[in-house]
């Protein structure tokens, strides 16, 4: 089945831990992508990768870091989560940037 | 700077009725143009989707939406709403410029009365 897959699903930490939410896709996707999903401000971009080894920058990418070492892995890395990073996190990934997302089933993050 | 809007931030309907929900965008280039669904306690799935010919689009579920280039408009419809389309609708555009990304309104939230 085709599917984007995000782990862990829910996750509560503590200020200042260190954390990796990983994603993975087994379409063979080239593009994918990390948001935050925030009651009313919809879904914001965090960073993007267009294939393995590139990656840049979304709307908000500030706290964050991400890799792309094989095609189907893009994890999403807090290296000091702070309270403001608590929100809902989607990975997707696309065969063409400008094509259909297909999004994973989300990440519930609460930084205390 | 591109953007997109959506208008209705909570829509009320009992069943039954007629739905619109409007999505405006800002750019003046060629443009890729999405519904995406988010039902409770899911993830994201494409409702619909327009690229290119037939400015009516028809999606899953009986949704259709019009493209309208002079108005910068994409809005959401469905002639009939029923209780499970209760969800949260959000409208998103891709752009071909030289630094292409996918922006994505702040997204409506639908509920239906039974």
């Known amino acids: 089945e085709a599917q984007v897959t995000q782990n862990p699903r829910y996750l509560i930490t503590v200020t200042g831990k260190k954390l990796t939410v990983t994603c993975s896709q087994n379409?063979?996707?080239?593009?994918m992508s990390w948001y935050r999903q925030d009651p009313g401000l919809g879904l914001r971009q965090i960073y993007y990768s267009m294939n393995v080894e590139v990656t840049d920058k979304g709307d908000v990418p500030e706290g964050y870091k991400v890799s792309r070492k094989e095609k189907r892995n893009f994890p999403l890395i807090l290296e000091s989560p702070s309270p403001n990073q608590t929100s809902l996190y989607f990975c997707?990934?696309?065969?063409?940037?400008?094509?259909?997302?297909?999004f994973g089933p989300g990440t519930r993050l609460t930084v205390l | 700077a591109q953007s997109v809007s959506q208008h209705n931030h909570h829509v009320i309907l009992s069943e039954a009725a007629s739905l619109e929900l409007g999505c405006n965008y800002s750019y003046g280039g060629t443009v890729n143009l999405f519904w995406y669904v988010q039902y409770p306690g899911q993830h994201l799935q494409l409702l619909l989707k327009?690229?290119?010919?037939?400015?009516l689009v028809k999606g899953i579920k009986g949704f259709e939406a019009e493209f309208i280039k002079s108005k910068f408009s994409f809005n959401l419809r469905k002639p009939s709403v029923q209780w499970s389309d209760t969800a949260e609708y959000f409208c998103?555009?891709?752009?071909?410029?030289?630094?292409?990304?996918?922006?994505f309104g702040s997204g409506t939230r639908l509920s239906i009365r039974p």
């Open positions: 327009y690229f290119s010919g037939d400015p």
């Open positions: 379409m063979n996707h080239e593009y």
């Open positions: 997707a990934s696309t065969p063409g940037y400008t094509d259909t997302q297909y």
């Open positions: 998103a555009v891709t752009t071909y410029s030289s630094a292409s990304k996918i922006i």
